[in-house]
């Protein structure tokens, strides 16, 4: 506990109250993107603001049982495994299926899904689980022209 009370004093000593602006605006900006997303999704935007609903929604958004909620509660388990999973499969319901996509949703996840829910190129797919997995995109090359 030590050690989180000293990285927020060292953090506070740079940045002083403009540390909790900056966390405030990142938690709008996050609130804003799960709020596309679920409208986007045909689901309640609403449910973006309230704490276990929002989790409910997000896994309904990729075809998971509410129970699975369980499943981010395990330690290394559900962190470093299960979330990131979750969001590839956020990823792959709305069409994004390149390894570029599944970097840039973990490394950037509440910028990436408002890119996601801002866009309008992207279009919700359906829940992704428990279906057989769509091939990966290819490139399209050249066609051949037909003879016939």
Same mark, same amino acid.
């Given at each position: 506990m030590d050690f989180l009370i000293?990285?927020?004093e060292s953090l506070y000593a740079l940045m002083g109250?403009?540390?909790?602006?900056?966390i405030g605006f990142l938690g709008i900006i996050a609130i804003i993107a799960q709020w596309r997303l679920y409208e986007k999704a045909n689901q309640p $935007?609403?449910?973006?603001i309230v704490p276990v609903?929002?989790?409910?929604v997000f896994l309904r958004i990729v075809g998971r049982p509410a129970s699975h909620i369980?499943?981010?509660l395990i330690p290394i388990y559900g962190q470093l495994y299960f979330i990131p999973k979750v969001w590839i499969e956020v990823c792959q319901s709305f069409?994004?299926?390149t390894m570029l996509d599944y970097v840039l949703v973990i490394a950037?996840? $509440?910028l990436y899904i408002l890119n996601m829910g801002l866009s309008y190129e992207t279009r919700y797919l359906g829940p992704v689980h428990g279906k057989a997995p769509l091939p990966?995109?290819?490139k399209l090359t050249n066609p051949r022209p037909q003879l016939a």
């Open positions: 000293n990285i927020h109250d403009a540390l909790y602006y900056a $935007g609403i449910a973006a609903w929002n989790v409910i369980l499943y981010m069409g994004k299926r950037f996840n $509440g990966p995109p290819h």
